[in-house]
């Protein structure tokens, strides 16, 4: 904290008491000279010589604002983080620093007239990397947010405050062999079997009333009863009363309405197939076979802070590499679900709108954290952390911090970061596959296992004795060498 201080000293006093305070120094024989000394750190430290009077008593300039005007002073900076709040790119030979954040400096040095310059061999980094970079002196400030510590201590006033939510996928269509059997699932097939019963046990009293009486198998479900709803022929009883004729007319219409309800929704799921069922909260990715693809250290951020979240630990995926996870999270890979700050997803949101189907949807009753503080990494006495702070506070209340991030695509689309290709799913007509059939066939398969296991069981029931005389002949042949017992 700069301070304003008058002292009254001899000449060969240390000159390292200028950097910290704005002090004018007079000496002992003031009412002769009527000067006194004073020093001025922008853009290189020198000593001033000044004339002492009465107007310069009364004026502001005894002790000038030296962080108004900078003079061009030169600050180093380390840039880090990742888009959209950094966009670095050439434009018309000229290097752009783009981004809500780069924009705020670039405007940050110009109405403090001091300029920034990146300390060869830096490298852009991610924003975990950037308070270290700021402690151990490489960068005089930050060009990137990052987590903050609580309290405040060694970071800026908080330049935005986001929600860190899943970014998981759109739910996607189920298989076309499902098809087959969620037309009837559950409640339906219950009451399509309900019915075909009761009209059984109708028809089956019916019969019996008039002298035919069904076996106690055809009594609940009738053969005829069940081929008229599956569209199948069957045997009527000839010169049958009216009660019986009236029953068949019901299961005629009843095979009508199941055949064509049936056909009416399989038609439907074709061409608009259901979705499968959604993830309903945090619990529901951990017993998935899906995964959060995470940056290691935002993953180490997030159990560090929170150890409730440990019990977590399984659903994620952590990717050490940062291109790689950059490149795995923008190509919108539909594999993994991520976890990504809410300035990320207006981008994201903005560039799915180009697409025939958006491919991912942001869970916000799904987030991790909520109100997050982003800071600037500074020194812990840096000199520019009360103008950075007022810096802060006149951008959000122009409005220009929302409009650099609502920019924020564009400047994207500009910096060729990003292109509007369509990278979602076609939907296109194709004919029916073998693999649609799966569950066809595999019923198929069981009804043929079924049938040959019962048709050996008969075969092997009605001649078991046979058989056994068979085996018991050939013993006594072998054992008395008769040819008849």
């Known amino acids: ?109 110009a109405k403090h007239n001091f300029k920034i310059y990146e300390p060869p061999n830096m490298k852009s980094t991610p924003s975990q990397q950037l308070v270290q970079a700021v402690r151990n002196n490489t960068a005089e400030i930050s060009i990137g947010l990052a987590y903050p ?72 479900i009738h053969e005829a009863c069940l081929r008229g709803v599956l569209g199948q022929s069957f045997r009527e009883l000839s010169r049958a009363p009216f009660v019986i004729r009236f029953i068949y007319l019901q299961i005629c219409i009843l095979g009508i309405l199941l055949t064509t309800s049936y056909n009416a929704y399989f038609a439907t799921y074709w061409t608009s197939a259901p979705k499968v069922a959604p993830l309903r909260n945090i619990d529901d990715i951990l017993y998935s076979n899906k995964k959060i693809f995470v940056f290691a250290p935002e993953y180490i951020e997030l159990i560090a802070r929170a150890a409730d979240l440990r019990k977590y630990i399984p659903m994620f995926y952590v990717e050490k590499d940062y291109k790689t996870f950059l490149s795995t999270r923008d190509n919108f890979n539909t594999k993994y679900l991520y976890m990504v700050p809410t300035t990320n997803w207006r981008i994201y949101n903005e560039q799915q709108k180009v697409f025939t189907t958006p491919l991912f949807r942001l869970r916000t ?26 810096m802060i506070l006149y951008t959000a209340q122009a409005g220009l911090t929302e409009y650099w991030r609502r920019s924020g695509f564009l400047e994207l689309l500009k910096a060729g970061r990003m292109s509007l290709k369509d990278l979602s799913r076609r939907n296109e007509f194709r004919a029916m596959a073998v693999e649609d059939m799966k569950y066809i066939w595999m019923g198929y398969g069981i009804a043929c296992a079924i049938m040959i296991t019962v048709f050996l069981a008969e075969l092997c029931y009605f001649r078991r004795k046979h058989a056994m005389a068979f085996f018991v002949e050939k013993i006594w042949r072998r054992i008395c060498g008769k040819t008849k017992l």
Not at 168 to 183: G, H, K, L, Q, T
Request: neutral net charge; charged residues 15%; proline residues 6%.
């Open 365 to 390: 009753d799904m987030c991790f954290y909520n109100n997050v503080p982003m800071c600037f990494p500074i020194h812990s006495n840096s000199i520019f952390s009360q103008i950075l702070r007022d």
């Open 149 to 220: 510590n609580i309290p405040l201590d060694g970071f800026s006033y908080p330049y935005e405050q986001v929600n860190w939510c899943v970014w998981s996928p759109v739910e996607a269509d189920i298989p076309n062999y499902d098809f087959f059997w969620i037309v009837f699932e559950g409640m339906t097939f219950a009451l399509a079997l309900g019915v075909i019963m009761l009209i059984s046990v109708v028809l089956s009293c019916a019969l019996w009333q008039h002298g035919k009486k069904p076996d106690l198998l055809r009594f609940f």
């Open 1 to 109: 904290m700069w301070q304003h201080c008058a002292l009254t000293i001899r000449y060969n006093v240390a000159f390292s008491i200028f950097y910290r305070f704005n002090c004018k120094i007079f000496s002992a024989n003031l009412q002769h000279t009527k000067q006194f000394y004073s020093y001025t750190h922008f853009p290189v430290f020198a000593l001033e010589y000044k004339p002492l009077n009465a107007i310069q008593l009364k004026d502001e300039s005894m002790f000038p604002d030296r962080l108004r005007n900078l003079h061009e002073f030169k600050v180093p900076y380390i840039i880090g983080g990742s888009i959209p709040r950094i966009i670095t790119y050439e434009y018309n030979g000229e290097r752009i620093l783009g981004g809500s954040v780069g924009h705020f400096f670039v405007t940050f040095a």
